[in-house]
């Protein structure tokens, strides 16, 4: 029930954009948070940006002013608008849907590459 269908990932040039995609199962309550973190290589999983679901927004202070998350209720889908990519922005990442309240749940994606290579 818990399946989160990620999509967008790939191989971009330093300063180039990619958006990521990632939908929820439309059967699901509607989530608190909608999320993406990602994982560099050799080191600890880190969130990159988090939409509530009245829309409030925040980002890790590496990424403000270049990514931006968005959301859709009633797709439940969240994307991750990334642009100005840096080569050590190469990651796993990762979305991440979480319901605190009643019927709760914490859901994770299965991950896709981003490579910022040349």
């Known amino acids: 029930q818990g399946q989160l269908v990620e999509s967008g990932g790939g191989l971009v040039q330093p300063g180039g954009s990619l958006r990521l995609s990632c939908a929820a199962p439309v059967s699901i309550s509607s989530p608190d948070t909608m999320g993406w973190y990602r994982q560099p290589p050799g080191k600890q999983r880190e969130v990159v940006a988090v939409?509530?679901?009245?829309?409030?927004?925040s980002y890790a202070d590496s990424v403000k002013g270049r990514f931006t998350i968005s959301r859709d209720n009633i797709k439940k889908t969240v994307y991750l608008q990334m642009n100005s990519l840096k080569p050590e922005e190469t990651a796993v990442y990762y979305c991440?849907?979480?319901?605190?309240?009643?019927?709760?749940?914490?859901?994770w994606g299965q991950g896709t590459q981003v490579t910022v290579s040349s």
């Open positions: 939409i509530t679901d009245i829309g409030t927004t």
């Open positions: 991440n849907v979480r319901r605190l309240r009643y019927p709760s749940y914490d859901y």
